[in-house]
């Protein structure tokens, strides 16, 4: 229609142009029917190609998970998964123990009606729930959230379970890191990596990305209790606020990443006597010894107020072509009141814990290209893994990672339940840790396609003071660790 309007008035600028004189009415109707023709076949062309679109039925196929879609863009339905099979040795023998686990199982599906409108719903079958009285274990819900895109990309809402954004190493999905598992930092986020709540998130400008959420702050799969008047008044909610800019696309400069950012965290923790509060605990990066046990806020003959628990990190990274380095700077505070037994007391302690990371994309791939919306995505080859002479290598990367973690401020010349260092029934065979540790790790990563992962580890913890462990004590663990992922 457009073009034909478009040649109607061409031809009276040509005839204004020409100084003709005005055509006589049966050339007018004669044209205005030619016109109404051309109208109809364009009609009739655009109802035969409306027919083919609805007659060629579902899109389906495979890209960031298993897509089907409508020809005409209403709906997409997408399902994903995901299996990482693991193997870890460690020595001393007498600490760990060599075995070979699932560390992930994973199927989730998700739907995107009207463009606007979006659900999320994921399962972990690896690492599931027991009913300690049937012994049945069942899934664990891990993401169940709705997306309302009205405002994108200056703002979405998420409603339900979800990650709260808080640092660059944990907002960066397990498909994407640079290690097999997080450094110390992660530790300290406790079971407040999911939660539940809403969350507003965006880009309003191109480089700047922020997310303000308002969770529960109970943690994964887990709703407020109120089992007795403490914890049904204790219902206050947390707080997470996420800046980060990346001043490489803010400033257009090519083949770089220049991230700086940081999250605040606030809310408080319930610590009744008969459901005390804890600081986090902390395991070695080889997820073998958990060296960090602080003991409760609260005992069962005593008296204290809740947990006033602040959340701080600090993350940068900078990228050039196929180099990288990045790192967090985590710390949280607990702050609160002992009341019984007298006297009262005060206490504010403190967890920190950083990391740098050294990253090097082998085969040439540039880091700037696998960043958006505040974090690293997972990397794409430029070529997939492909046999003979003619072939190519996937995609392949090396990393080295210093880390350190100190819970220096929780020691036994604290008051009791107001941060010492304990045990756990979780842990029976750990009978004494330590407030502090350091880690090297190197690593090297293989992606063959977008949708395979192998991963080899080298980790090596050093204890500041002894752990005693199995009725033995030692002051480090060595640890190699590999992974065969798949996912899709």
Do not use: C
Request: neutral net charge; charged residues 20%; glycine residues 8%.
């Amino acid at each position: 229609m457009d073009a034909i309007l478009q040649e109607v008035e061409q031809l009276r600028d040509e005839v204004a142009r020409n100084g003709r004189r005005p055509a006589s009415s049966d050339d007018l109707r004669k044209d205005v029917n030619q016109l109404k023709g051309r109208v109809a076949e364009v009609q009739e062309q655009a109802a035969a190609t409306d027919a083919k679109v609805e007659q060629s039925g579902v899109r389906a196929y495979l890209g960031p998970g298993l897509v089907f879609e409508d020809p005409r863009g209403r709906w997409r339905m997408q399902v994903s998964g995901r299996a990482q099979g693991d193997y870890r040795a460690f020595t001393p023998d007498f600490a760990d123990v060599n075995t070979f686990s699932i560390r992930r199982a994973r199927i989730g599906v998700s739907a995107t009606v009207l463009d606007y409108y979006s659900v999320f719903v994921e399962e972990e079958f690896a690492n599931q729930n027991t009913n300690p009285s049937t012994s049945t274990a069942t899934p664990i819900l891990t993401f169940a959230y709705l997306d309302l895109s009205w405002f994108r990309p200056g703002a979405r809402l998420r409603i339900g379970q979800f990650k709260p954004f808080i640092g660059l190493d944990n907002t960066m999905l397990d498909l994407q890191t640079d290690f097999m598992e997080r450094a110390f930092t992660q530790s300290l986020f406790g079971s407040l990596v999911y939660d539940r709540g809403a969350m507003v998130f965006g880009e309003p400008v191109p480089g700047l990305f922020y997310s303000a959420a308002l969770t529960n702050g109970t943690g994964q799969a887990i709703d407020e209790s109120q089992g007795n008047v403490q914890e049904a008044e204790s219902d206050g909610k947390d707080y997470t606020v996420r800046v980060v800019n990346n001043f490489a696309q803010t400033f257009g400069w090519q083949d770089s990443v220049v991230h700086l950012g940081g999250t605040y965290k606030r809310g408080s923790a319930v610590n009744s006597s008969a459901n005390p509060a804890r600081a986090a605990t902390v395991q070695t990066e080889a997820r073998g010894l958990t060296f960090f046990i602080p003991a409760p806020f609260n005992s069962a003959a005593g008296t204290a107020s809740d947990i006033n628990r602040t959340i701080v990190d600090y993350e940068a990274a900078f990228a050039w072509r196929n180099l990288k380095i990045q790192g967090d700077y985590a710390l949280v505070r607990y702050a609160g009141t002992r009341v019984a037994p007298a006297p009262a007391i005060d206490f504010d302690r403190t967890l920190r814990a950083y990391y740098v990371t050294l990253g090097w994309a082998i085969t040439g791939e540039n880091y700037s290209d696998f960043y958006r919306e505040g974090t690293f995505v997972r990397p794409r080859p430029r070529n997939n893994f492909v046999r003979g002479e003619s072939g190519s290598w996937g995609y392949w990367e090396a990393n080295l990672r210093y880390s350190r973690f100190d819970g220096s401020d929780f020691n036994n010349s604290n008051p009791a339940n107001t941060g010492t260092l304990g045990t756990s029934a979780n842990f029976p065979n750990i009978t004494t840790t330590t407030n502090g540790a350091q880690a090297w790790t190197l690593g090297l990563k293989w992606q063959p396609n977008l949708y395979t992962r192998i991963v080899l580890n080298l980790i090596h913890t050093k204890f500041d003071t002894p752990v005693v462990v199995n009725g033995k004590a030692t002051d480090y663990e060595n640890a190699i660790t590999t992974r065969a992922q798949v996912d899709f």
